[in-house]
């Protein structure tokens, strides 16, 4: 079994960028892609990235992710903050017998 | 337009069994294109991925519920099912139904593109 470790919080201003890290414990992050949902308070999560890198339709151009072999993580990034973009950020990913969440992040805009 | 209803107990005693049924409206659970899945979420915590079904029957649980879990699909009445066996109150979570899509036709490798608002069950004597 593995994990997926994320930090607990980050707060960045509104209009900077800021970068979401989510480690695997064990097996490669590369071989099994990496999805990121958001959770606003009160509210289901929603898909905003999948597939690593790949944004669903409506998910502005401002959120990005991407996979770092060396370092065993995927990261999420969003840029020109909004207050709107202030929620809980899950990754998820899987292997051969389960799927597994980070245990999220708590995104503060301020 | 695709629409997840979750409907269950609320509250439920230890020891006993829990039963949620997701039904789907704008979509058929057995569009052969997607899974149908459960995920909980204690208060205040994280999202567990407890099982998914595809179409065809096929199941999967996550392995530290598998014990305990069985989730279905009914056609007919275009729901998914999860029963819950010997809760406990570590069982307290909101309980979601979800759709999983995936570009490989490959159950992992699939995200959950849909998700329903929900449904609190409380484990409580």
């Known amino acids: 079994n593995f994990m997926l470790a994320q930090p607990h919080s980050v707060s960045e201003s509104p209009g900077k960028t800021v970068t979401i890290s989510c480690t695997r414990s064990?097996?490669?992050?590369?071989?099994?892609?990496v999805q990121w949902y958001l959770q606003r308070p009160g509210s289901s999560p929603t898909l905003v990235i999948y597939e690593d890198n790949q944004r669903p339709s409506g998910v502005p151009d401002r959120f990005s992710g991407s996979i770092d072999s060396s370092s065993n993580s995927a990261s999420l990034t969003i840029s020109g903050l909004k207050t709107e973009d202030e929620a809980d950020y899950y990754c998820?990913?899987?292997?051969?017998?389960?799927?597994?969440f980070g245990g999220g992040t708590r995104l503060t805009v301020l | 337009q695709l629409q997840l209803q979750e409907s269950g107990p609320g509250l439920v005693r230890p020891s006993e069994t829990l039963s949620l049924t997701c039904t789907v409206s704008g979509d058929s659970v057995s569009n052969y294109l997607y899974f149908w899945g459960w995920i909980r979420q204690p208060p205040g915590k994280g999202l567990e991925w407890i099982a998914s079904i595809f179409y065809g029957g096929t199941t999967y649980y996550n392995p530290s519920l598998q014990s305990r879990v069985t989730i279905s699909a009914d056609s007919s009445n275009n729901e998914v099912s999860l029963r819950l066996t010997s809760v406990r109150a570590a069982d307290t979570a909101v309980y979601y139904c979800a759709r999983l899509r995936s570009t490989r036709y490959d159950f992992w490798s699939g995200y959950y593109d849909r998700w329903g608002q929900g449904t609190l069950v409380t484990v409580s004597s």
């Open positions: 064990s097996g490669s992050i590369a071989n099994n892609y």
């Open positions: 998820q990913s899987y292997d051969s017998t389960n799927q597994v």
